[in-house]
């Protein structure tokens, strides 16, 4: 199994969520997050003291998929976030060693 | 305003004045305007916080309705409105207690009660403490602010109330024009600032950590609340409208609070390059203060150029607590001392003079003589509430400690003072588990046995797991101040 992390822009959450049931995933994790990469962030003014703010607000997507369906998981959420535009954010994934559905006690791919 | 700003002819023709019901109904409802704008100062101030302290600051304006309340009728009315003493202070044993007042007797010389006029003044005895509660944002302990309260309108607000309004005050007497509290209320709170700001000094962080407005919605509610509350304040500080002055008063309190506000977007648009929200609610503020000495005696058009000046003035006045490393946090001495100065001494330059009072100001023909008043009225309320502020906040000190300790400041002051938190964005509600109820003790017959066994449990447990909401969201650093 791999867990695809992948942390977005807030406004391709629906593009990416619709993406990825398009793909047969069955479920996922939204977390509201916040970081910068190459984008940086922006200034904001407050009766003239000037704030520079670093994190931007992003999504953070988390799904458990099987081995062999990684590679294109990780390809369906990279197209449909991106915008061509700086910040669209990071795709990874990373092994894992054991997933349990905690109703039923399934575990390994059948618990996804 | 009270007795002395009664032109000649009115107050001959005094001992005649009847009770008006529709001097004395309009006076109600001004009187719950002013009230009104105290929360509304919580609310422009709360906003204007951090997260970990809004509610302490939203409190820190809430006190001062209980506390001044009761020491108004105890004592407060008396000094303030009573009989004169050496042009210094009032005193009447009628008005100790509020206890010797007639049912329908009038407020000398006018057509309202006496009740009435007490309750129109006490609302301004409350909202000018709170006034300066915005420069000790985040670090004063709550005891101690209410102790300063205490203090301080007794020996600062009581007095100066009477030496602008009170009949045989001696400002008044040397006819410093003040309406509605320019040099009683705003100057008055932003000396005061100033002075309690060199005993209880810097919040930690000043300069360096991220002081970001947590609600800006909150501060336009506050700022529009206030606009709405100043028509009282104004309007209802000629105490009828027999003669339409309240009326001028109502429509420059408008005029002016329009202008400001676009004066301080313009300059803000120019030096920073955006028309900011709580520069809009800033600008509105700073002309609110500032029209209010002068809002009975000029013109609609000396209305728009107090308000344009008022706006500029303040926006850059806001700066130099970088420049001058004093921590005012809220700006009280940027918009509330400055703006009080300003429209205090532009009332030498546009007094139309027919209004309020004949007197006229430089631009109508009637020299520096009221410019030369306006600038003692303005020069003396600012020293001595400078100097008796910082005095009375050194025996706070003494006394109590003015200031919460560093880790309960670094935690927020909302949890040391008040054991809450302000906002419950649900999830996991930061760990908290219900550890007492509100259930009477034993005997009382309730039945509640799980709130008996409760008993021994301490309640601040389930505080601990809070704080680390509390210091969240503010993911930004200072850079760069305007100095």
Known sequence: MKLITAVIKPHRLDEVKEALQAFGVHGLTVTEASGYGRQRGHTEVYRGAEYTVDLVPKIRIEVLVEDADAEQLVEVVVKAARTGKIGDGKVWSVPVDEAVRVRTGERGPDAL | ?483
């Open chain 2, 1 to 483: 305003m009270p007795p002395g700003i009664l032109t000649n002819a009115v107050s001959l023709s005094a001992e005649k004045v009847e009770l008006s019901p529709a001097n004395t109904g309009f006076m109600l409802i001004a009187t719950a305007l002013v009230m009104v704008m105290t929360p509304a100062l919580a609310f422009f101030y709360g906003g204007m916080v951090r997260v970990k302290s809004v509610l302490n600051m939203l409190m820190m304006s809430f006190i001062s309705l209980g506390l001044v309340t009761v020491l108004w009728v105890l004592y407060g009315f008396s000094l303030a409105f009573g009989t004169d003493h050496g042009s210094l202070i009032g005193w009447s044993g009628d008005y100790l207690g509020l206890s010797g007042i007639g049912l329908t007797e009038l407020w000398d010389g006018y057509s309202i009660p006496v009740y009435v006029f007490a309750a129109f003044q006490l609302m301004f005895a409350i909202l000018t403490p709170a006034l300066i509660s915005g420069a000790l944002a985040d670090r004063v302990k709550f005891s101690a602010w209410a102790l300063f309260i205490v203090l301080w309108v007794t020996v600062v607000y009581f007095p100066v109330a009477h030496w602008v309004w009170g009949a045989g005050g001696w400002l008044f007497e040397l006819g410093v024009i003040d309406f509605a509290g320019g040099t009683a209320v705003h100057i008055n709170a932003g000396a005061a600032a100033l002075g309690v700001l060199f005993v209880v000094g810097k919040r930690i962080g000043f300069k360096k950590d991220p002081m970001r407005p947590h609600s800006l919605p909150l501060v336009m509610l506050g700022a529009g609340l206030l606009w709405f509350g100043w028509f009282g304040f104004n309007a209802g500080s000629w105490l009828g409208n027999d003669d339409g002055v309240g009326a001028v008063a109502f429509l420059n309190t408008q005029v002016a609070t329009g202008a400001a506000m676009l004066g301080w977007l313009a300059y803000e648009k120019l030096r920073h390059g955006s028309f900011t929200t709580l520069g809009a609610a800033s600008g509105a503020v700073a002309g609110l203060v500032a029209i209010t000495p002068a809002c009975g005696s000029v013109s609609p058009l000396g209305s728009i150029a107090i308000g344009i000046i008022a706006g500029v003035l303040c926006a850059m006045a806001v700066g130099l607590k970088y420049k001058f490393n004093y921590d005012d946090s809220l700006d009280v001495v940027g918009v509330h001392l400055v703006g009080g100065v300003v429209g205090s001494l532009l009332i030498g330059f546009f007094a139309t003079g027919g209004v309020q009072s004949d007197a006229k100001g430089l631009f109508y023909g009637g020299g520096l003589a009221q410019l030369g008043k306006q600038s003692v009225g303005v020069v003396c309320v600012l020293l001595y509430s400078l100097v008796i502020s910082f005095i009375l906040a050194k025996v706070v000190d003494l006394v109590m400690g003015f200031r919460v300790s560093e880790d309960e400041e670094l935690a927020g002051v909302d949890q040391a003072a008040h054991a809450e938190t302000a906002y419950d964005y649900g999830g996991t509600g930061g760990g908290t588990s219900l550890t007492r109820t509100a259930a009477p003790a034993a005997g009382s017959g309730s039945g509640d046995t799980s709130a008996q066994e409760a008993q021994g449990d301490t309640a601040p447990a389930s505080q601990a797991g809070t704080s680390d909401r509390a210091q969240g969201g503010t993911p930004g650093k200072a850079k760069k101040v305007d100095a």
